[in-house]
C-alpha cells in the first residue's frame, strides 16, 4: 500500500507543510519559518483539519525556540523565566487566533502555556523551561498518530459487532463520510478516514462514499486523493446526493470527524455533517463521530453553536468564558470560487481559480462548520473507547472517553 500523504514533514531543522490548497494535482511543499507563517497557513488553510492544525502550531513554537536555543547570543527573553513567558504568552495568543472552531488549537496553546507555567512551581530557568516547552510542542504533534490508530480500531470493530448484532455479517461495510479526516487533517493515520482505514486493513469494507464538500471540497480534493493512494475502494457523491444513496443503496454507517465536540455530545464539524446525519436518521443509519479526546470540549454544555465575532470570542477565551462554540464564518468569496487544475490537464496542471457566481454578489452565506445535535448521534469515539447514545435519550455520556 503507498503511503499517504502527511500534512506536516520535519526534516532536520526544516518545518514543511503539504500546501493543501494546491491539492491534489500538484505537491508543493512549504518551509514554516516563522510564527506568522504558521499563523497564516492556518488561517487560508493551507493546512486544515483540527489535529494537524494544532500540530502545526505546537511545532512552530517548537521550532522558534529551537533556534532560540541555538543562537550564540541568547535573546532576551532568556533572561528570566518571567521574560519568556512574557514572551511566549503573545505568541500562544495569536496562533490560537488564526481559526476559532476547533478546540485542538486552543488545547494546545494552553498545554503550552500550562508547561511555562509549570515551570514556576520546579524552578526550572528559563532555558530549561523553553527545553520542556519545545518537547511538549513535539509531543503534541507525535502524539496524534498512536491515538488515531487506537480510536480507528475502537470504531471500526464496535461497527463490525454492531452489524453481527443486526443480523449481517459485518463484511463488505459501506460507510459515508464528510470532509478530509485522513493523514492530511492529522498527523497520520485519521480520524473517520482512519476507521474507514481500519475496516480495509481488516478486510471488512465494502466501500468509502465520500461527499464532495464545497465550498472547500476537502472531499473531492483530499480524501478522494488520500482514498485512491491507499487503494480504498471509493465513490465520490456530490453533497446534494447523500439522501439519494441512502434511498438506493445500502450503506451501513456515517463515520465523521469533529471540530468540538461538547459536553451532551453535540459535535461541531465540517458544514454539511448535520445534512447527512438528518438523513441517517430518516434512514435508521448509525452516525458515528471519531475523534481524539482533545477535540472533547468539557468547558461548552451544549452544541448551541454561535457565529461569534472574532474579537468577541477571543476577549472571551482570554477570560476562560467559551459558552458556546464559535463558528467560524469563512470569508464569502471563498463560496463564490473553486480550485483546482486546468481541464483537459496537461502536463503542468496548471492551477487556476475559478468563479462560479455573478460578480459582485451580494448576500453569500458562508459558516465553516455546522453542529449535529447528539440527539442524531449514535455513538462517539476515541481514542479511550467508544460512547453509545442510550436509548431514548438525547445526549451521550462521554464520561468513559475522555
Ligand atoms: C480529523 S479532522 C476533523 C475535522 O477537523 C474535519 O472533519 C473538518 O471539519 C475539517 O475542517 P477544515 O475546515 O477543513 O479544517
Not at 203 to 208: M, P
Not at 229 to 249: A, E, N, R, W, Y
Not at 345 to 352: F, I, N, S, V, Y
Not at 356 to 378: C, K, M, Q, R, W
Request: proline share 5%.
Amino acid at each position: 500500500m503507498a503511503a499517504p500523504l502527511k500534512s506536516i514533514r520535519i526534516t532536520g531543522d526544516k518545518l514543511e507543510i503539504v500546501n493543501q490548497l494546491v491539492l491534489p494535482h500538484t505537491v508543493e511543499f512549504i518551509e514554516i519559518k516563522t510564527i506568522e507563517e504558521a499563523h497564516d497557513a492556518i488561517k487560508t488553510m493551507k493546512i486544515r483539519g483540527a489535529p494537524a492544525i494544532a500540530s502545526l502550531a505546537s511545532l512552530s513554537v517548537s521550532f522558534y525556540l529551537e533556534r532560540a536555543l541555538r543562537q550564540s547570543t541568547p535573546p532576551d527573553f532568556f533572561a528570566s523565566t518571567d521574560a519568556l513567558q512574557a514572551h511566549i504568552t503573545p505568541i500562544l495568543d495569536f496562533l490560537f487566533t488564526a481559526r476559532p472552531t476547533a478546540v485542538n488549537l486552543g488545547a494546545a496553546t494552553r498545554r503550552l502555556a500550562q508547561t511555562l507555567e509549570a515551570s514556576f512551581t520546579t524552578g526550572k530557568d528559563a532555558r530549561a523551561t523553553a527545553e520542556a516547552l519545545l518537547a511538549e510542542g513535539r509531543a503534541i504533534a507525535d502524539e496524534d498518530v498512536g491515538r488515531n490508530k487506537e480510536m480507528s480500531k475502537w470504531g471500526g470493530d464496535w461497527l463490525v459487532e454492531r452489524v453481527k448484532a443486526n443480523g449481517g455479517s459485518g463484511k463488505q461495510l459501506n460507510v459515508l463520510t464528510v470532509c478530509n479526516t485522513g493523514s492530511l487533517a492529522t498527523s497520520g493515520y485519521g480520524t473517520a478516514l482512519g476507521l474507514i482505514t481500519y475496516l480495509h486493513e481488516t478486510g471488512s469494507l465494502g466501500k468509502a462514499y465520500f461527499t464532495q464538500t464545497a465550498p472547500y471540497h476537502q472531499g473531492s480534493r483530499l480524501t478522494a486523493l488520500e482514498l485512491q493512494t491507499l487503494k480504498i475502494p471509493s465513490t465520490m457523491i456530490c453533497d446534494t446526493m447523500v439522501g439519494s444513496l441512502f434511498q438506493h443503496h445500502e450503506i451501513h454507517a456515517v463515520v465523521v470527524g469533529a471540530d468540538r465536540v461538547v459536553r451532551n455530545g453535540d459535535t461541531a464539524n465540517k458544514i454539511g455533517t448535520y445534512n447527512a446525519a438528518v438523513l441517517a436518521a430518516r434512514h435508521k443509519i448509525p452516525f458515528i463521530v471519531v475523534a481524539p479526546v482533545s477535540t472533547v470540549d468539557l468547558d461548552v454544555a451544549d452544541g448551541s453553536g454561535y457565529v461569534a465575532p472574532l474579537v468577541l470570542f477571543h476577549v472571551l477565551y482570554k477570560l476562560k468564558f467559551v459558552p458556546r462554540i464559535p463558528i467560524e464564518q469563512r470569508p464569502p468569496l471563498e463560496a463564490c470560487l473553486v480550485r483546482g487544475a486546468l481541464y483537459p490537464l496537461r502536463g503542468d496542471k496548471e492551477q487556476a481559480v475559478v468563479m462560479i457566481t455573478p460578480e459582485g454578489l451580494d448576500g453569500i452565506y458562508n459558516p465553516s462548520f455546522d453542529v449535529t445535535p447528539a440527539d442524531l448521534i449514535t455513538a462517539i469515539v476515541t481514542e479511550k473507547g467508544v460512547a453509545v447514545k442510550r436509548e431514548g435519550e438525547a445526549w451521550i455520556d462521554l464520561s468513559g472517553i475522555v
